[in-house]
């Protein structure tokens, strides 16, 4: 096709086919339209595409697209744009319902777009508009009529099919095969990515060859569609004959200098000539559903096929480089992985750049490819630069291969109030959207901080989830915390869904948040709403929930539900010293659910199995972590519920001294109370001998050792206290063979939990008998350099160097009080 210029015959007045299709692809002139068929995503096309606009110099260039982009198009030549993104259709009645059509730099029909609009020539979309595509993903879509002179059923696919929307509408089709892997395994490859770099990424284009590659490509999808047929999928059939109609109107208005780029696998079906009215036939009665259009930001790991997009491909990075690489490729590809191995503290030099460049160059040549491809790459860095490991090379892959390269749209493009708002919050507080994870720690006493909490948490409630809480390191205060954040292409459309709740992101929250706690099932749900909406400043919402938190927590009698209910709400008391908030009302609710807990508490308890004492106990602990911080806050907060803590520790009395509880809430209510100081230890001892004494069942003694020792700290009880020790080996060593096997997984669960160093003192000390240990520390009371009592004076010397040592300076003010409002021993 040398030499080829714009001649032939004039449309065909009656506009009954597609004109110009009578001459031949293969000849000395070029088949008006120019259809360039082209593999989505691919470098090499987009610089086929790139050459084929060059030389044609088109009146009109028509691409694969929704029709409803055209007014979108003009934003592509916008500085502030940058690639990847996506145009983001979705439903204006039901955001959710969605569709994306994603373009990289190397992607033909961008390249098609910007071309375009650097030459001054109209670009439009030609595909099915995405209203009618959206109805379709609904279901609403009827059976396309059948075409005149259908060929067979195909089972295949198109080269990398149009876009996302394919993937999430063809559900129902038969299963395609890949049309490349098809003309891979024809030429001998046994994979379809090596095949294509070999044919068409690897090979240059010279001077008047513009136009073969899609000669070449259009006879091979002409010859695949024989072969497989193309029915079997309505909606390509219907595609192609929107495409068909809108291109017989292009020719109308521009004559036969129009240019189309599109899906290589469709091209067969745009050169066949079909009538206007068969066209027509299959477009008629095609239900559509209201639609609003975008650009949004996109990422090079979301083009990748690995994430589940139809038209994907295995390397969008490895692509990028391709298309951009001004010249040796191979070099500058080596020299990013070099560069990245260095920034993670991997020794790679200039040496181990060269020999990776000639050893990549050395397996092209032995495995008779025209340049190194990916895998000669990968083969190289494994071997030069990771010494044969793939840890190295898995982030080489992760990093460069596919990447996390985000898109940026200009603020002019189309976007709802919320998203506005939110762009605005983001650039106001510095908080940039990235595809990378990173973390972000944050000090809520810093004003900057604190709204960047606050915007997080709001984002949170509405189902935004841009940020997840992560554990801080370092501190466990209130006054910080630290957030993962990754930004997903995604969050565009759960933006556009919350947008019905509000035009701002706090307006949007606030509605939410007072929706979720009327429609909210369980107490402990509204009790977190609560959480959630101090952790926001959601004040104009917090009301109405406590409002409905107090009348669920009046009306429900389950003491499960109020126990697991009240520890979320008296967390959210621990905000108010760091957030500034009035936490009255909140306090009131928690201590009154915390009274209602313990006067049901005692009778829920009996007579229960084994399952229910186990989430029971789960719920007693529960609750004592949420006295203990709600006690200091209801004397300030809630002086009518002042003595919170006595009264639960009386709870806790009940419990333990009640045989008709089980043994493991029995065990865990002593326990608490020697930990609170409210037990001496004599007398937990006494306890214990009782419960495990030869009248109580092993089974019930075991549960009371559960109860007692499991959890956090109770191995370091039996470590320090050998009288506890010796009344559980005691009683150990008295069960008898046959009960031992009951008991048996009671106990090993139970001291499986204790650390391996724990585990290791414990079996040393029964080893050696318990109180061996006491009788050597008596031993020495009366030693030289030995007192007979502790010394408070010189213990008291080392605190402010245990505190060092524990971080717990930054968290600690001059008076010793954390901003948790706890005090701090020694302080």
Request: hydrophobic share 45%; charged share 25%.
């Amino acid at each position: 096709m040398k030499g080829t210029t714009w001649a032939g015959p004039s449309p065909n007045p009656k506009g009954d086919g597609v004109s110009g299709a009578e001459e031949s692809a293969g000849g000395g002139t070029a088949a008006r339209p120019l259809l360039l068929g082209v593999r989505h995503h691919g470098p090499g096309s987009a610089r086929a595409v790139r050459a084929a606009l060059a030389a044609a110099r088109p009146r009109v260039v028509l691409i694969e697209g929704p029709p409803e982009a055209d007014a979108l198009i003009p934003l592509a030549a916008d500085e502030e744009m940058r690639p990847p993104v996506a145009l983001l259709a979705h439903a204006v009645d039901e955001p959710g319902r969605s569709a994306f059509w994603p373009l990289a730099e190397f992607s033909p029909e961008w390249v098609a777009i910007r071309w375009a609009l650097e030459h001054g020539v109209p670009a439009r979309f030609i595909d099915l508009p995405a209203a009618h595509s959206l109805a379709w993903g609904r279901g609403d879509m009827p059976d396309a009529p059948d075409a005149p002179d259908a060929p067979e059923e195909r089972t295949g696919g198109d080269a990398g099919d149009a876009d996302e929307a394919d993937a999430q509408d063809a559900g129902g089709a038969d299963v395609r095969v890949d049309p490349l892997a098809v003309l891979a395994e024809t030429a001998g490859y046994d994979d379809p990515e090596r095949w294509w770099e070999d044919v068409v990424e690897h090979r240059g284009l010279g001077a008047g060859d513009a136009y073969a590659p899609f000669t070449v490509l259009e006879e091979a999808m002409g010859a695949l569609r024989e072969a497989y047929g193309s029915g079997g999928d309505d909606r390509d059939l219907v595609r192609e004959a929107h495409m068909r109609l809108q291109m017989r109107a292009a020719q109308r208005e521009f004559g036969e200098d129009v240019a189309v780029v599109c899906g290589a696998w469709h091209v067969p079906a745009l050169r066949r000539k079909t009538t206007v009215a068969a066209d027509r036939a299959l477009l008629k009665g095609l239900p559509k559903v209201k639609t609003d259009m975008t650009w949004v930001p996109w990422t090079h790991r979301r083009l990748a096929r690995a994430s589940g997009y139809g038209a994907g491909i295995d390397s969008p990075g490895w692509y990028g480089h391709l298309f951009g690489a001004p010249d040796r490729p191979v070099e500058r590809w080596l020299t990013k992985v070099a560069g990245l191995l260095r920034e993670e503290d991997r020794i790679v030099s200039s040496a181990h750049v060269i020999e990776a460049v000639r050893l990549a160059e050395t397996l092209a040549a032995m495995r008779g490819r025209p340049l190194p491809g990916l895998s000669e790459m990968t083969d190289a860095v494994r071997a030069v630069m990771c010494e044969g490991s793939d840890v190295p090379l898995g982030l080489v892959h992760d990093r460069l291969v596919v990447g996390d390269v985000l898109g940026e749209v200009p603020p002019s493009a189309p976007a709802v109030p919320l998203q506005r708002d939110l762009t605005r919050s983001q650039r106001r507080l510095r908080l940039k959207p990235e595809a990378l994870e990173r973390e972000l720690e944050l000090d809520l006493r810093k004003e900057t901080d604190g709204e960047r909490s606050r915007l997080l948490h709001r984002l949170r409630l509405l189902g935004i989830g841009w940020g997840e809480p992560a554990s801080s390191r370092g501190s466990t205060g209130t006054f910080r915390e630290t957030w993962r954040l990754r930004w997903e292409p995604e969050l565009s459309v759960r933006v556009a869904e919350a947008g019905v709740w509000g035009t701002t992101v706090l307006t949007a929250a606030t509605a939410k948040a007072e929706a979720d706690a009327t429609a909210a099932q369980h107490l402990a749900d509204v009790t977190a709403l609560a959480e959630r909406c101090l952790l926001a400043d959601l004040a104009q919402a917090l009301p109405a929930v406590m409002r409905i938190l107090a009348d669920r927590a009046a009306l429900d009698a389950d003491v499960g539900h109020l126990a697991q209910a009240l520890p979320a709400l008296v967390r959210s008391l621990r905000y108010g010293d760091v957030r500034g908030t009035d936490l009255g009302a909140l306090a009131e609710v928690a201590a009154g659910l915390a009274e209602r807990v313990f006067v049901g508490l005692p009778p829920a308890c009996a007579a229960l199995d084994a399952d229910a004492a186990e989430e029971m106990r789960r719920h007693v602990d529960a609750v004592h972590g949420a006295v203990g911080l709600l006690g200091e806050a209801a004397q300030t907060s809630a002086p009518r519920h002042a003595g919170l803590r006595g009264r639960w520790h009386g709870v806790l009395r009940v419990l333990s001294a009640r045989d008709t509880v089980p043994g493991v809430i029995r065990g865990r209510a002593v326990r608490l109370l020697l930990d609170d100081g409210e037990l001496e230890q004599g007398d937990a001892a006494r306890l214990m001998g009782l419960a495990l004494s030869p009248g109580t069942p092993p089974p019930d003694a075991a549960a009371w050792i559960e109860g007692f020792v499991g959890g956090g700290g109770g191995g370091m009880l039996l470590v320090h206290d050998e009288r506890l020790l010796g009344l559980v080996d005691g009683w150990l060593t008295s069960v008898s063979a046959e009960a031992f096997t009951d008991v048996l997984p009671l106990l090993r669960r139970t001291f499986s939990a204790y650390e391996p160093g724990v585990r290791r003192t414990l079996g040393e000390l029964v080893r050696r008998a318990p109180g061996h240990r006491q009788r050597a520390v008596a031993r020495t009371a009366g030693t030289p350099g030995f007192g007979a009592e502790l010394d408070a004076a010189r213990a008291d010397a080392v605190l402010p160097v245990v505190r060092l040592l524990l971080g717990l300076d930054e968290a600690t003010g001059p008076t010793g009080r954390t901003d948790d409002g706890l005090v701090e021993v020694g302080a």
